[in-house]
């Protein structure tokens, strides 16, 4: 509704309808009073404390007119203008000073009611000061006592009051319109930039990069929360970034950047600190110019600590498997010549004439080299690659197999104590590669064999579960069991508890487990045991 107060202007409602009443009332008691004009006066009074009264009743302070409280209030503005005019003419008429009360109401109902009112007002003026315009004319009502001025008088008085009254009026009214719509663009501007700004904030505080917004004093503008988190110093705007890494002696360096960019010295730059023994953070720093002028400098934090690590990683990888296909192929020619050193301490053995000790010695020598030989044989198995060939197996089958060579082991070993078991569910099927699954179970039951102390019972047990997901297999053994911080280090290669142990069946079973797309899992409690968890996916699920 153009022209209509908005809520902002309630206020100055109130304040307009209890200021002209006094300065109307004033005005009344400095002029010749009549009983006319009294009422009149009565009248305005009486009408402004029902329309405030009601309207604080009726409105709530932050709604906006509705159309019956803006008709009543240019019923208010028209009432102002008949009781001024009634002061008017009890002060001489068009020749008093009181004719200024006019210009005072067109001015208040410009800016409350901004053009609507403006013409109400110079409408009704136009109207009550005509006809006192007619009485100076000589054209009034018999008993007027109004002084008789010529037309030309007559007229440019009517004009000027009018005239300037509902010039001031539509000026004023343009004024207000213009600081309404001012107002408005402004709040719209003020929530478009804290959405910006909530938006702006939102993104940047979900980066892992830290951002810094500083003015070209070093003064911090703008931070979000990856900044804080990286630099390891609480952060809160106004603070100098020299300040903040005063204690770093990477902190100056950082500064000097920045303040190249305030300088000019540089568009834009980047480097890389070491903050700690393990962090590292790249930096980058650039200025915002806007016409020429630096407006601010911005900081690109990144934290690099885990990239540094991976690298470091992989180098340590790469040196590792450099180190790894040297030892195979070391292990390889060394085998070799240990085969030659077996089969003549065999030869030497077997000859006539050679003494009991002579016999005794070459023994030694020809199981140390088998030994030796066994420890080359299952490395070059470690590390040498493997491409796995899947196909159905009869788990039943498998465990057969598996059981079968660790009972042999047992028998070699002179190990009758210990008892092989297995639990399958009959007719059990998976798809893996054969001999990887059975040295992956022979070698952790072998290794649960030898968990179990010389001359004592034992029993490994080894037991099959499936699902529609996965196959499992658990082998479990009754041995001395492991501590905790042993616990971890178990599957590294050449890691051993087991005086005279290699330390690669464990690693061997572990690195086939991967290779087929498995989980490996072990638990072990001191004194009481251990249980190995392999589990496959199964046929569907690869």
Known sequence: MSGAPSAVHLRWVGA??????????????????????????????????????????????????????????????????????EIVAADGGLLSDFILLFVFTATLAGFIMRYRGAFWVTLSGFVVFGSLAL??????????????????????????????????????????????????????????????????????????????????????LYFNQAASTILRHPLHPGARLQQVLSTETWGAELVEMAKSISTGLSGKTEKEFRISPTGWIQVQVAGQWIEGKLRNVVVALHDISGLRKMEEEVRSTERMATLGHMAARIAHEIRNPLASITGSAQLLGDMEGASDDDRQLLGLIRRESERLDRILTEFLDFSRPRSPSIRDLSVEEVLAEVKG????????????????????????????????????????????????????????????????????????????????????????AFFTTRQGG???????SRHLTTLLGGTFRIQSLEGRGTVVEVAFPQRENR
């Open 405 to 492: 060579m660790v009972e042999t082991r047992l028998v070699r070993d002179g190990r009758s104590g210990i008892e092989v078991k297995v639990r399958c569910r009959a007719g059990l099927e998976a798809w893996l590669d054969h001999d990887m699954l059975v040295q992956i179970l022979s070698n952790l039951a072998i290794n649960g064999v030898q968990a179990i102390k010389e001359g004592h019972t034992g029993r490994i047990q080894i037991e099959v579960g499936a699902d529609e997901e996965q196959i499992r297999f658990r082998i479990r053994d009754n041995g001395i069991g492991m501590a905790p911080d042993l616990l971890n280090k178990v599957g590294d």
């Open 16 to 85: 307009t309808r209890v200021l002209t009443p006094l300065a109307l009332f004033l005005g009344a008691l400095s002029v010749p009073s009549t009983p006319e004009l009294w009422a009149w006066v009565a009248v305005q009074v009486v009408a402004d404390v029902a329309y405030l009264a009601w309207l604080l009743k009726r409105h709530p302070p932050t709604a906006r007119f509705q159309s019956w409280q803006e008709w009543g209030l240019a019923a208010l503005f028209i009432l102002d203008v008949c009781v001024e005019a």
């Open 135 to 220: 009485s100076h004319a000589g054209f009034g009502a018999p008993g007027e006592s109004l002084a008789t001025l010529s037309h030309g008088t007559v007229l440019f008085r009517l004009l000027m009051v009018v005239g300037l009254g509902g010039t001031v009026s539509f000026l004023t009214a343009y004024l207000s319109e213009m600081l309404r719509r001012q107002r408005e663009l402004s709040a719209d501007q003020a929530r478009d930039l804290l959405l910006a700004r909530l938006d702006l904030d939102g993104v940047l505080n979900r980066l892992s990069y830290g951002v810094l917004v500083l003015d070209p004093s070093d003064k911090l």
């Open 502 to 508: 290699v330390g690669l069946g464990v690693a061997i």
